[in-house]
């Protein structure tokens, strides 16, 4: 599923919430490609630490690991950077995927 952010200076960005199929396939590049050097280095730094011992191997593992969490954590730091749901849509998938907290003034069924 997609979403869009918007940032105040008027940027929107498309992001994709859940595995990452991207990073499952070519590691640490997504995240050097969309700009997020940090994670790109970290995912990197931690492949090749763990490859480096386990022949190669350790570097997949890390790469399955990353590809369910990556999306969420790119998200996040588009949110400390300024960014928002874009729309009603995006808000209530982000809340739904655990992403975002649920506004205290929303009222739940029932209540």
Do not use: C
Request: proline share 2%.
């Amino acid at each position: 599923m997609k979403v869009n952010l918007s940032h105040e200076s008027g940027v929107t960005k498309e992001v994709k919430i859940g595995f990452s199929w991207t990073t499952f396939f070519f590691g640490f590049f997504p995240a050097l490609f969309r700009g997020d050097i940090k994670w790109a280095l970290i995912m990197f730094i931690i492949a090749l630490v763990i490859g480096s011992f386990t022949f190669g191997i350790g570097a997949s593992v890390v790469a399955i690991v990353f590809s369910f969490v990556y999306n969420k954590i790119y998200i996040k730091e588009l949110m400390e950077k300024g960014y928002r749901p874009a729309d009603d849509h995006a808000k209530k998938a982000l809340q739904a995927n655990g992403i975002i907290a649920i506004d205290s003034t929303e009222t739940s069924v029932g209540a």
